[in-house]
């Protein structure tokens, strides 16, 4: 009877501290926050890769797109965690305070009864011995009796549990925290399961594995069940004390299957309004939906253009300005007829007088006697698009080069 109890205890310490929902949705909370930070990050760093890139391939760009990839996988999956386990939350805990608990004392009120039975049925065997010899003794024995057949197990703790019983558990509320999806561009929804090509095949899984579950608890209850009538045909009075144990083992697998078959609905319900379409993308990374369709990714793109059009510019520039700096230096020193004026003359000059027809005509031209050709090179728009030189305004010199052509037969 002592271990009996002991035994009492410890299941009731056990039920006790089976409700750990709270601090695992605690948890799952915190490694959702932990996941959508890191799906940020990468974000940010393949936003930034590809403005920096303008869209080209490269190796970078596509290491930093497959930790996208997969910050992105690992968000979506721990979502569809997050929503199953507040499933799962919701239904235990309703059926923790109007089951379970319930149960659990009526467990031990019935555990208490059976060691009221057995301390009957001791104190009935021990009268069976006294001395019947004189009337004191055999009146003595009556009260005895009397008294022993008086006791009833199921009024002993009603008084009791009357004057120490306590009010009903409030419900503990478990509800989706909606500040985990503001920022998700509505791929995720709360209490809402996702399905897409990240996240249908965990699911595919997850379902085989709850239908799993839920059949091999069905087939504990169908044993406890039967080895239950096996005892009421052979032995009553150890049933007497083992039937509600037997009963709350019995709310504990309907219970758990409970919360099984509402996961299992969910998943359901999810791959049932998906049907027979595409899955669609958990984590489009495209130009269009990535970029050009936020304003705030336009302006960058565009800034980072103009940047790269001046960049172009002056390198353009300097190239001509290598050209010309070697001529420069040696037409400083020497008179050159090959340095030519085309239009809008200096005030040494005399003014923009435009020169006379000439030799200096076919350098400006391009020409030259013989086999040598003259090259003439201008950083003039006008000049270059024209190759009319005489008429140029802008008061710009040509750098001149002979070069030797030779004619082959």
Same mark, same amino acid.
């Given at each position: 009877?002592?271990l009996?109890?002991?035994?009492?205890?410890?299941?009731?310490?056990?039920?006790k &501290?089976?409700?750990?929902?709270?601090?695992d949705?605690?948890?799952?909370?915190?490694?959702?926050?932990?996941?959508?930070?890191s $799906?940020?990050?990468m974000?940010?760093?393949?936003?930034?890769q590809?403005?920096?890139?303008?869209g080209?391939?490269?190796?970078?760009?596509d =290491?930093v797109?497959?930790?996208?990839?997969?910050?992105?996988?690992?968000?979506h999956?721990?979502h569809n965690? $997050?929503?199953l386990?507040?499933?799962e939350a !919701?239904?235990?805990?309703?059926?923790?305070?109007?089951?379970?608990?319930?149960?659990?004392?009526?467990y031990?009120?019935?555990?208490q009864?059976?060691?009221?039975?057995a301390?009957r049925?001791l104190?009935?065997?021990v009268?069976?011995l006294?001395?019947f010899s004189s009337?004191?003794?055999k009146?003595?024995?009556?009260?005895?009796?009397?008294?022993?057949d008086?006791?009833?197990?199921h009024?002993?703790y @009603?008084?009791?549990?009357? #004057?120490?019983?306590?009010?009903?558990a409030s419900?503990?509320?478990f509800?989706?925290? =909606?500040?985990? !999806?503001?920022?998700?561009?509505?791929k995720?929804?709360?209490n809402?399961?996702?399905?897409?090509?990240?996240t249908?095949e965990?699911? #595919?899984?997850?379902?085989?594995?709850?239908?799993?579950?839920?059949?091999d608890?069905?087939e504990?209850?169908?044993?406890? /069940?039967?080895a239950?009538?096996?005892?009421?045909?052979?032995? @009553?009075?150890?049933?007497l004390?083992?039937v509600?144990?037997?009963?709350?083992?019995?709310n504990?697998?309907? %219970?758990?299957?409970?919360?099984? /078959?509402?996961?299992i609905?969910?998943?359901?319900?999810a791959?049932?309004?998906?049907?027979?379409e595409?899955?669609?993308?958990?984590?489009d990374?495209?130009?269009?939906?990535?970029? !050009?369709d936020s304003?705030?990714?336009q302006?960058?793109?565009?800034? /980072?253009?103009?940047r +790269? +059009?001046l960049?172009l510019?002056k390198?353009?520039? #300097?190239?001509?300005n290598?050209?010309?700096?070697?001529?420069?230096r040696?037409?400083?020193?020497?008179?050159?007829?090959?340095?030519?004026?085309?239009?809008?003359?200096?005030?040494e000059?005399?003014?923009?007088? !435009?020169?006379e027809?000439?030799?200096?005509?076919?350098?400006?031209?391009?020409h030259?006697?013989? =086999?040598?050709?003259?090259l003439?090179i @201008? =950083?003039?728009?006008e000049? #270059?698009?024209? +190759?009319? &030189?005489?008429?140029c305004?802008?008061? %710009?010199y040509l750098v001149?080069?002979?070069?030797q052509?030779?004619?082959?037969p």
């Open positions: 009877m002592y009996v109890k002991r035994e009492a205890k410890k299941r009731e310490r056990e039920v &501290y089976k409700i750990k929902l709270t601090e949705v605690a948890r799952k909370k915190t490694e959702y926050q932990k996941y959508l930070e $799906y940020k990050q974000r940010a760093k393949f936003e930034e590809f403005v920096i890139k303008l080209r391939g490269s190796r970078r760009l =290491d797109r497959d930790r996208v990839q997969k910050a992105c996988r690992k968000l999956l721990t965690e $997050y929503v386990l507040l499933c !919701v239904e235990y805990e309703k059926d923790f305070r109007t089951v379970l608990l319930p149960g659990l004392l009526e031990q009120q019935a555990i009864e059976a060691f009221i039975l301390w049925s104190l009935q065997e009268t069976q006294f001395n009337d004191n003794f009146e003595i024995q009556s009260r005895i009796e009397s008294s022993i008086s006791i009833r197990p009024d002993e @009603s008084d009791f549990t009357e #004057r120490h019983k306590t009010s009903p419900p503990v509320p509800t989706f925290d =909606d500040t985990l !999806v503001e920022d998700t561009s509505g995720l929804l709360p809402t399961l996702t399905v897409d090509n990240l249908v965990w699911l #595919r899984n997850k379902l085989s594995e709850l239908e799993t579950s839920v059949r608890t069905q504990k209850m169908a044993l406890i /069940q039967k239950d009538s096996r005892k009421s045909s052979t032995d @009553s009075l150890a049933r004390s083992t509600d144990s037997i009963k709350k083992e019995t504990e697998l309907h %219970c758990h299957e409970r919360k099984l /078959q509402r996961q609905d969910m998943i359901n319900g791959l049932k309004d998906l049907g027979c595409e899955v669609p993308s958990g984590c990374l495209s130009i269009e939906t990535t970029f !050009v304003p705030e990714h302006q960058p793109i565009q800034q /980072q253009d103009d +790269s +059009s960049t510019k390198q353009q520039q #300097r190239l001509v290598m050209l010309r700096k070697p001529f420069r040696k037409l400083s020193a020497t008179s050159s007829p090959l340095l030519a004026r085309c239009g809008g003359g200096t005030e000059d005399g003014g923009g007088d !435009v020169k027809a000439g030799e200096e005509d076919k350098v400006c031209q391009g030259g006697d013989g =086999d040598l050709t003259l003439t @201008s =950083d003039c728009d000049c #270059r698009d024209n +190759s009319n &030189y005489s008429s305004d802008n008061g %710009c001149v080069m002979m070069v052509v030779v004619l082959t």
